[in-house]
């Protein structure tokens, strides 16, 4: 999807998880028009209203800001042919995103010293009803769109931006970069950045900072303390240097500052002071509390974007439009530019409809050919259509498969001669990265299963409670030395529901309370890949 031919200006739909946000985007101001909650009735009919007479019939950029976007990261493309690339790599989407329809593939820089083979970010969202409903609002309007794009995946360039700018002459650019701002849904926005690249993006609920702003306060520092929580698992160091940016009141910031416990460099801005020290305008805006008019006003700037999205029902409303406005731009320029261009398309055409022909011949002969061998063998007493559904059933449970023999064994010796288990299960987990998942670009792709085993075991009620701690934290080390890299847990300690990993219903019962539900039963988890 591309910008405008003809104007800069241009209407932004902010796709919320509670209604569409709708921003007049244009050289000079951001102008913030309404917001249609997704019961609204007649929904499409009164945001074609809105984008044909309060916006202007300005051609539209639809900004995905649902918390439901799902990124892989560290795809790598092997080496093939420019001409065959992007089929290639179209197919590597749609196997790691089969159920989610809008896709894209953003490139990104790989580590220094790898030369094999491009790395890309996958993205994909799935076809909701706001989605639907949002292209139908557009499609109605009959305004051409400029494109469908992902507000983390958008915002990451602005928020480099926004570090360098601050960065010191001279000085060592931050390796991570967390910028956070309160959207009007009333979620909290995070975008991530190491290097210059996305590295994650968080989305969750907390308090409006209008109507509370000690509360809020108080839950930005709570979801900042999660995220750099996420961050330590891969790789994440203050020391590395870290710029925290927050959108909102500076006042109010100054509470989550003296909260914060880690080394950075921390800065509040309102959208205004943002918007000017990236060179951009946005305008007086009546609540500068709220970071949406900053990302509304660097997506619908932008002359390219860094990832749009592609779908066959988007491609089905935008490309006829772009197709008309570029037939326009082609006869302001000249009729004999377009009469060339003509000319090659219908060459073009021509010869893909002779070979589709011969396309055809040579298929018709094929199933011709495969209907004879059929029946050769049918006659012979072969039925051939049983036996390939024989061999794919076969295939797909050998997929499937999962060896265990081995596994109970490690587990027999680890239990010794004196612990028994009550009840045993061991299955494949099937994996799935959501928006809120760190997103590492240059992690290598896991192929082997991963695999999760739960042990569940009793004790006579005559048994000491801190013996039979000692004996489940004694198989739990001897666990951990017959599975070596995998990840052996006391999901439930002996007696107590506190030794639980599940909190709820615990703080605020009384000893007695505790002590009525001793079960004297344990159980331990082991997940991990297949060695």
Known sequence: ???????????????????????KVTARAVTFVDDIPWVTEGFEGVVSDLLKKDCGGKPVLVLNDMTDQHFKGGQRMPKVSAMDKKNVLRRKIQVAFPNYPIRGALPIKPKKGEKTGEMYLFAAVPMSDQ????MEAVKISLLPIAGFVLLPVEAADMVAA????????????????????????????????????????????????????????????????????????????????????????????????SKIEIECDFRALTPSEAANALGSKIGLQQDANYADVLHAAWAGRKNSFALPMHASDLDKIHKPRQAAAAIIFLLLAGGAYLAWDTGNKFQSMMAAKDDLKIQQGLLVQAEAEYREEVARMEA????????????????????????????????????GDGLRLDKLSYQRVVEETNAATFVDPNAPVETAPLVMSTLSMSFPPTMELENGIREVQGLQSRLREQFPGYDVEIVRQVARPEYTRDFQGVAGQTDQELAAKED????????????
Do not use: C
């Open 1 to 23: 999807m591309s910008v405008s031919f003809i104007s800069p200006n241009r209407t932004v739909l902010m796709i919320g998880d509670d209604a569409l946000y709708i921003y």
């Open 131 to 134: 989605i639907a409903k949002t």
């Open 162 to 257: 926004l570090s360098k700018k601050f960065t010191e002459k001279g000085g060592q650019s931050a390796k991570w970069t967390i910028f956070m701002g309160q959207h009007k849904s009333g979620a909290l926005r995070q975008v991530i950045t190491r290097d210059g690249q996305l590295a994650m993006t968080r989305m969750t609920p907390v308090s409006d900072i209008n109507a509370d702003p000690q509360g809020w306060a108080a839950d930005v520092v709570q979801e900042f303390k999660a995220t750099i929580s996420y961050l330590s698992r891969f790789g994440f160091s203050s020391e590395d240097g870290t710029d925290v940016i927050l959108i909102g009141n500076p006042q109010l910031a100054e509470a989550v500052e």
């Open 380 to 415: 012979l007493g072969y039925n051939i259509e049983l036996m390939q559904d024989t061999i794919d059933v076969f295939m797909s449970f050998e997929d499937e498969s999962i060896e265990t023999l081995a596994f109970i064994k490690k587990v027999g010796i680890a239990l």
């Open 520 to 531: 004297y039963v344990a159980e331990l988890v082991i997940r991990g890949r297949v060695k």
